[in-house]
């Protein structure tokens, strides 16, 4: 038996001790990265339901199978939900405004960029922040996604991420800038009174790297030092040198203020990452 068939084989035999819950009015949601596949499942309608977890993958192996490998040995995966959402964090992406987007063919704008990419086109809309996401995925990872699970939404998490801070950044006259942080990596989105200035996301090493990033961005967009405001979210350590840092040079940096209805899903909530907050609150 092979190793594919061996894995199908334990989720068959899994499934005959049946599941604890019924997960058909659940929503499920998932992020994918070379090193960890995260996933989420909650029903939106009964408090303390949300439930998460963390699969690592292991680097050796070919991606794809490694996310096979994964979500066939969690039988809770393989339920059936109302919805769910795969979200694939990529460097390849480029924000296309509604002014330019066509209806049919937004592809050939990602391929002009990255026309040596042999990507997956994934296209997101973003009707608050009047633009499409189209972000770069793995081909093989994709069609085992969309093969294994009914009607997938696929995102970049920038998506998410802007459309939940489009709305917040409507409070106020002044200009915002979002920071999303993670292991290594940062998501930035910024918004002025005009909507959306910036969305970008950097790779660092330490928080002065991020602190760098950041600044550049302040700088480029001519952000006021008094009157602008920065705010943080996620990993709780870089978060905190981070804003020591940038208090140096901005007078309004403040943590990002977590939802109040997001408390109610459950304690695994203040642990899930914040695009997977975002989404849970905007369902795009």
């Given at each position: 038996m092979n190793n594919r068939n061996a894995i199908f084989f334990s989720y068959l035999c899994g499934m005959e001790k049946g599941t604890s819950i019924d997960t058909s009015q659940y929503t499920l949601m998932m992020r994918i990265t070379q090193s960890e596949l995260h996933y989420v499942y909650y029903h939106p309608a009964e408090d303390g339901s949300l439930v998460s977890e963390r699969i690592a993958l292991p680097t050796g192996d070919e991606h794809a199978n490694a996310v096979e490998q994964a979500v066939y040995s969690h039988e809770i995966l393989l339920q059936p939900y109302r919805r769910v959402y795969v979200v694939l964090p990529s460097n390849r992406f480029v924000l296309v405004p509604n002014e330019v987007a066509t209806q049919s063919d937004n592809a050939h704008f990602y391929k002009k960029l990255y026309p040596t990419a042999d990507d997956y086109v994934i296209e997101s809309r973003m009707p608050h922040t009047g633009a499409v996401m189209l972000s770069g995925a793995s081909n093989r990872v994709v069609s085992f996604i969309n093969r294994t699970f009914d009607n997938p939404t696929l995102l970049h998490p920038l998506t998410p991420l802007c459309e939940y801070f489009y709305r917040k950044s409507r409070l106020g006259n002044h200009r915002k800038?979002?920071?999303?942080?993670?292991?290594?990596?940062?998501?930035?989105v910024c918004y002025g009174r005009e909507g959306l200035l910036?969305?970008?996301t950097y790779d660092y090493h330490h928080s002065n790297d991020a602190a760098y990033h950041i600044l550049n961005v302040w700088r480029q967009l001519g952000l006021d030092q008094r009157r602008d405001e920065v705010q943080l979210v996620g990993?709780?350590?870089t978060r905190r040198e981070l804003s020591a840092l940038l208090r140096n040079y901005i007078l309004t940096v403040v943590p990002v203020i977590f939802p109040s209805n997001s408390h109610v899903l459950g304690s695994d909530a203040m642990q899930i990452s914040f695009d997977l907050t975002a989404l849970s609150l905007c369902e795009l």
């Open positions: 800038m979002y920071v999303h942080l993670q292991n290594g990596r940062m998501d930035v910036l969305a970008n990993n709780v350590e």
